[in-house]
């Protein structure tokens, strides 16, 4: 069992950066993959980004790359993103995400077991 709690969201211009943490209880959290998605409103939830177990390897979306950043500590348990640059279309619920049965790189939705509750995220124009 994995509880996962989200923190950071709030609301920022265009231009600005925030970060999100992500602190994890339970299982053991330096065996498994974390992931960050987001939800807008009227959307599906898509992959922001995932780290291995190790933080030592990372995987983005297009539409993040080069703007946003995955890190963990294992020793705190938590995971984190830094976005910067945000534009109005990273407006959006924010979920991190624990893919317990896999310790290398996963994107899909569907192989994540745990969820937060999610942040939101406000990017004015």
């Known amino acids: 069992q994995v509880q996962l709690v989200e923190s950071g969201g709030g609301l920022v211009q265009a231009g600005g950066s925030l970060r999100l943490s992500c602190a994890a209880s339970?299982?053991?959290?330096?065996?498994?993959?974390m992931g960050w998605f987001r939800q807008a409103p009227g959307k599906e939830r898509e992959f922001v980004g995932a780290?291995?177990?190790?933080?030592?390897?990372?995987s983005y979306a297009d539409s993040v790359k080069g703007r946003f950043t995955i890190s963990r500590d294992n020793a705190k348990k938590t995971v984190y993103l830094q976005m910067n640059n945000l534009k109005p279309e990273d407006t959006a619920v924010y979920y991190c995400?624990?893919?317990?049965?896999?310790?290398?790189?996963?994107?899909?939705?569907?192989?994540?077991?745990?969820w937060g509750q999610g942040t939101q995220v406000t990017v004015s124009s």
């Open positions: 995400a624990a893919a317990i049965r896999h310790w290398t790189l996963v994107v899909a939705l569907g192989e994540y077991d745990y």
């Open positions: 339970g299982r053991t959290f330096s065996t498994y993959t």
């Open positions: 780290i291995g177990w190790s933080g030592g390897s990372t």
